[in-house]
Structure formats: C-alpha cells, structure tokens
Nanobody, 122 residues
C-alpha cells in the first residue's frame, strides 16, 4: 500500500514537499516513483528512485526537483522548488517491488497510491 501526503496550494516560485509511505512490502521496493496528471492530460513521470539510491528526473523538472528515499527505503519524498503553474496536478506515488529500470513510464509500476493534489497559482 502506498499513501501520499504533502500536497497543497502554493504560489508560483514557491516550494512544496511530498511524501509517500509504503507499507506491506515484506521484501522491500526495488523502484519508487512520482507521477503527475493534470486534468485532460496523460499521466507523466516526474522522478524515480531505485533501492540503490539511483535517480532519474523528467526533463521538465530537472534542476527544480529532488527525489529521495529514507534509510529504510519505505518512504519516498519529492522536494519541489521554483514551482510553475504547469506543475499543478494530482501527484501519484508508484512502486515496483521486483525490479527497476528507472523508467518514467507508468506501465512499469503495478502499485499506485491514491494521489495528492498540487495546485500552483500564478
């Protein structure tokens, strides 16, 4: 089970941090990622982290976003700076317990949280 938190409303240029708490994964999580979806648009990958700490960011957030995992590897964080209106959307945590290709393709992730809303106002 994945549970996101930390969403909210912020003005453009501001910062926001999201958390995703994983539970029920006895053997750990190979891959955890953040996706987002704006109304009328497809779900897009934002950032991904494997269990070794390797990460990959989408070009659209490079330099503005950091993805981290806690030492226990059960909590995923997304720290976002210099937010833009285009960053608005529902943010979802996703996971693959078995393998990780650091993909930003949602088809690589069988497990999903319910999402947390991020709204960036001009």
């Amino acid at each position: 089970q994945l549970a996101e938190s930390g969403g909210g409303s912020v003005q453009a240029g501001g910062s926001l941090s999201l958390s995703c708490q994983a539970s029920g994964y006895t053997y750990g999580l190979a891959c955890m990622a953040w996706f987002r979806q704006a109304p009328g648009k497809e779900r897009e990958g934002v950032a991904v982290s494997n269990s070794d700490g390797d990460t990959r960011l989408a070009d659209s957030v490079e330099g503005r976003v950091t993805i981290t995992r806690d030492k226990a590897k059960t909590t995923l964080y997304l720290h976002m700076n210099s937010l833009e209106s285009s960053d608005s959307g529902m943010y979802y945590c996703a996971a693959n317990s078995a393998w990780c290709l650091l993909a930003l393709n949602p088809t690589h992730y069988p497990d999903w949280g319910r999402g947390t809303q991020v709204t960036v106002s001009p």
